[in-house]
């Protein structure tokens, strides 16, 4: 019957190991219990440490020219300024001339030139420079320069912000309101917070109606939501440990939030199911119940978590910190979950014992009552499938195919998010930018001409001269700011005889040229102002230009001169670029393991690669409708958002792996269910169709809580949480029906018993694992069972 169920020579049953400690967790339940009080109350602490350290959505590429531009920027230059953000003036009364609009200007210039992070700024009216007034003269654009990395410019962008919500309350009328890359980051991560705690605000509640409806009882259904929530809890103060070293994206927590949840409940309704069973079977045998459940569905709950942190680990290997501290902290956040579900789970189930079925909910006694599912509508449901499995397959997979087809088409962009925050200083600056000047002008594009041969010559002068004017010639570009410019006005030409004289005098005013010169004359930069918003195509497209055609025509490759292009829609293109190149070794790490342990688990070679195309199919379809939706916009106004014509940069590839891990947790549940009953019987037939009708009511169920969880956080405003949601809401509705209860019915029929073939050779290499949720040991006055189970029996051929 299998190495779990194995006895002695005496004749003893030789418990497995989780039955053991199920066993012992049970018997000792108010000193676990003890120790996790501890550790909930530890973890409260460390959650505001998560929260506060989080960042806005980085687009960091290590090693691609955005990122070497940043770095260049920071260190070479007598003004680090690592980001150009905009201070936007705005007033309905009053135009820029008025006495009470220059007052504020002057006011907020005077302060923020003292604010901590602020390396650059001027007062527009001394720039002469027309292009910082709007042309009504009611708005005014102060440029700003940061200084210091993404989550130091995060940090100062709201102490700006407060400084300057002062000068506008002592003023007469004009708003003032800081943009720009991080401004916007630094909104999103206030509004982010704001949803997701209206989401769980929805999506709780109504996964207690369900779990009600799935269990019957109050204690029985509150219990995995109770545990879900603790082990959510658990997760944010094991990543509020080590926020210290690592900085999460604002995302993170969206994700952690969403899989914390459903995968803490779902694995607690599974536990819970199993415990209720094998409590009517050992006739209230509490401490052998626990042991029994462990040792089936805790041990299924095992390898699914583990599963999961396999395919996520996949995402280490793409060069941008957004994948890694994702990947890490929904590593961590499983990993918590899993100590939850195989520790403080048993001992509760072994504190309540039968009382997990007190207070049954009026109207749904059958939900309590042990039934005989062999005789349930799944049973019967799965019995239609195996007559017709070409038929019934067929068909599921055509639809399917049509759910999957406009993956195809699938683009990728990024949203700066400014319409998700829209209400706050940075969203409403980031408008009146883009309605009454250039759009990019509050996230300006950023080249770097370095030279570590040497200060930069007369040669290298003139193609700079020449690579400027080239971009002013381009109808995308709005203005451009080169060292070139301030040469032929200050010094009469281009020549590195004027650019070392105008440096000396820099240093002796201490004015000048920090922003466009280094110190050591080998590096220069330029600002580029696209005329599109820094999301648009039109901007992306522009970057190509640049770095394929402008720079190489100009700059080239001469004297070891590089040229390198930074800022927002650079990082897009970046970052798109490195999804696209690591997407195929990322594909490669997570099926490549998946297959190996799906092969230890269930000692057979059809299963786990059934297991695999199953996954991919329900993953692409969830991406085709995401693509048909977010992209096309089909349904937009009822899901309120606009579409930009693409999928957030980053979302396809962390998408995959997350659906990849929750598709095979399903798999996991309800094969490892048919291997059970393959191990008895022998008889594939009956293995698929129990498999089914034992697992079918809790998957569903489980399927529904993720779908309700998911789907509330469909009500946020930041557009990548949004898709998110729904992509993991669809993909989990497609997997729980067509793929679960038709498709893999469907194929196991005709397959036969080949579904649990495997090599002789193969199956004596192998290491015995036996990861799967086996035969649970059987009660302690109950007849040893013959191993030998018999010989697989010839099935009738499946009619189509």
């Known amino acids: ?114 604010q901590e992070g602020v390396l650059d700024i001027a007062d527009p009216y001394g720039a002469d420079d027309p292009t910082l007034f709007s042309e009504d003269r009611r708005t005014l654009l102060v440029p700003v320069g940061l200084g210091g990395g993404e989550r130091d410019r995060q940090d100062t962008v709201p102490r700006i912000q407060g400084t300057l919500d002062d000068v506008a309350a002592d003023g007469e009328g004009v708003d003032v309101m800081l943009t720009g890359s991080s401004a916007l980051n630094a909104a999103v991560v206030e509004q982010q917070d704001k949803d997701l705690a209206r989401a769980e605000s929805i999506g709780l509640p109504i996964a207690l109606l369900v779990l009600l409806a799935a ?26 440990a080590v926020s210290g070293v690592v900085s999460f994206d604002v995302f993170s927590q969206a994700v952690v939030t969403m899989l914390g949840l459903a995968l803490g409940i779902d694995y607690c309704l599974f536990a819970v199911t199993r415990m209720r069973e094998e409590l009517a079977a050992r006739k209230g045998d509490v401490p052998a119940a626990v042991g029994a459940t462990m040792a089936t569905a805790g041990k299924a709950v095992l390898f699914s978590g583990c599963t999961v942190i396999i395919s996520v680990a996949g995402l280490l290997v793409v060069r941008a910190p957004v994948f890694r501290t ?141 690579l400027t004017e080239r971009l002013r010639d381009n109808d995308d570009v709005a203005e451009v700011q080169s060292v070139t410019d301030v040469l032929r006005q200050q010094a009469g030409g281009v020549d590195a005889a004027g650019l070392r004289t105008l440096m000396e005098a820099a240093k002796q005013d201490g004015e000048g040229l920090g922003r466009l010169i280094a110190t050591d004359g080998r590096t220069t930069a330029l600002a580029v102002l696209p005329r599109e918003a820094a999301d648009s195509d039109a901007s992306v497209d522009l970057v190509h230009w640049i770095r394929d055609t402008a720079v190489p025509d100009t700059v080239g490759e001469r004297d070891g001169t590089s040229a390198f292009v930074g800022g927002l829609s650079a990082q897009t293109v970046d970052i798109s670029e490195e999804v696209s190149r690591a997407t195929p070794l990322v594909l490669a790490l997570v099926l490549g393991l998946s297959f190996i342990l799906l092969l230890l688990a269930f000692r057979s ?139 893999v019915p469907a194929l196991m029929r005709l397959l036969g018993s080949s579904n649990w073939w495997l090599p002789g050779w193969l199956d004596r290499v192998l290491p015995r694992v036996e990861l799967t949720e086996g035969s649970a040991p059987p009660p302690d006055d109950a007849p040893a069972r013959d191993e030998a189970a018999g010989r697989p029996r010839e099935e009738p051929a499946a009619r189509g």
């Open 1 to 114: 019957m299998g190495t779990e169920t194995a006895r002695s020579v005496h004749g003893r049953v030789d418990r497995p190991i989780l039955y053991r400690w199920g066993a012992w967790c049970a018997r000792r339940a108010w000193r676990v219990i003890a120790v996790w009080a501890l550790v909930i109350v530890g973890a409260g602490l460390l959650v505001p440490k998560f929260t506060d350290s989080l960042t806005g959505s980085s687009l960091k590429v290590d090693g691609s020219d955005s990122a070497r531009v940043e770095t260049l920027l920071t260190e070479k230059f007598a003004s680090p300024v690592s980001e150009d953000a905009v201070v936007v003036f705005d007033s309905t009364r009053h135009t820029a001339d008025a006495p009470a609009y220059r007052a504020a200007v002057g006011a907020a210039v005077a302060a923020l030139r003292d």
């Open 215 to 240: 269990f019957g009882t109050l204690v029985a259904a509150c219990l995995p939501l109770l545990l879900g929530v603790v082990a959510l809890v658990t997760s944010f103060g094991a990543l509020g």
């Open 326 to 466: 994702m990947a890490l902290g929904v590593m961590i956040a499983v990993a918590a979950m899993l100590a939850v579900a195989t520790t403080l789970l048993p001992a509760v189930l072994g504190l309540l014992g039968p009382r997990i079925d007190k207070l049954a909910v009026p109207g749904m006694k059958r939900s309590v009552r042990t039934t005989d599912v062999s005789r349930s509508g799944w049973a019967r449901w799965t019995k239609v499938v195996m007559r017709r499995p070409v038929l019934v397959g067929g068909l599921t997979s055509v639809v399917l195919l049509l759910a999957i087809l406009p993956a195809a088409q699938l683009k990728l962009g990024f949203d700066v998010g400014a319409s998700a925050v829209s209400d706050a200083p940075a969203g409403r600056g980031y408008e009146l930018v883009a309605d009454k000047f250039v759009p990019g002008a509050a996230t300006p594009l950023q080249i770097v001409l370095d030279k570590p041969a040497g200060a930069l010559d007369d040669a290298d002068l003139a193609a700079l001269e020449q």
């Open 605 to 743: 070679l059809l299963l786990p690669l059934s297991a695999i195309v199953m996954n991919l199919v329900s993953v692409g379809a969830a991406f085709g409708l995401l693509t048909l939706v977010f992209q096309e916009g089909h349904g937009a106004s009822l899901l309120d958002f606009t579409s930009g014509g693409f999928i957030q940069a980053y979302l396809p590839l962390l998408t995959f792996v997350i659906l990849f891990g929750l598709s095979m947790d399903y798999e996991v549940f309800l094969i490892s269910r048919m291997k059970e009953e393959w191990g008895h019987s022998r008889d594939n037939t009956r293995a698929v169709t129990e498999g089914v009708a034992h697992t079918a009511k809790v998957i569903t169920a489980a399927a529904t809580i993720m779908m309700v969880i998911f789907a509330a956080f469909m009500i946020t405003k930041v557009v990548e949480v949004k898709q998110m949601g729904f992509a993991l809401a669809v993909a989990v509705l497609v997997d729980a029906t067509l793929i679960r209860v038709v498709l």
